[in-house]
């Protein structure tokens, strides 16, 4: 069991958006690892992340992306973190995965200052947004094999164009 597509990119390029609509499209289940991790611990990422520290969430997101690439044959999306384990990307390696690109002042725009992105919620969340882009860009490409800029379209039209990728990737 594998799952149809998994989504990475970073905060705000809409991963659980499109996600979501791309698994109705499909018509297949939806999972999204960082509802696991809320399921799974009882807690907001927020309360984790404050209360614990980011290598807490880390652990609980591997073991979370581990059990969804085991157990889902929907559309996976991850948090925008998961890629920074190096075991979530060998792990990767063999699944389909889409990378959803977006660019500073959008992704920061749909980011926003949501105290939910707890990454984000910090005094400059701008400079702190363009570091994570710039270090992450490469970790995104490095284990997909399909990528959409989303900053220009609407999430119905990203649906498409990650249907249409998926395919060409398919019959390639
Ligand atoms: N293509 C898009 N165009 C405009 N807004 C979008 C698009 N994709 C997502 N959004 C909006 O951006 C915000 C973040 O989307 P979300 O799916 O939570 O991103 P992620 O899971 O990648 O962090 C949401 O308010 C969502 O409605
Ligand atoms: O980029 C990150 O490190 C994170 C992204 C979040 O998910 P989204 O990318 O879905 O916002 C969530 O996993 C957590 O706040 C950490
Ligand atoms: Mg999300």
Sequence with gaps: MSPRAVVVGPPGAGKTTIGRLLAKHLEVAFRDTDDDVVRASGRAIADIFANDGEPVFRAMEEEAVATALREHDGVLALGGGA?????????????????LSVGLAEGARRAGLSTARPLLAGVNPRATFKALLDARLPIYRSVAAVEIATDDAGPDEVVAQVVAALASTASS
Aim: proline share 0%; aromatic share 6%; glycine share 6%.
């Design 83 to 99: 890629v920074l384990s190096e075991r979530t990307r060998e792990l990767l390696a063999g699944h389909t995965v889409v990378f």
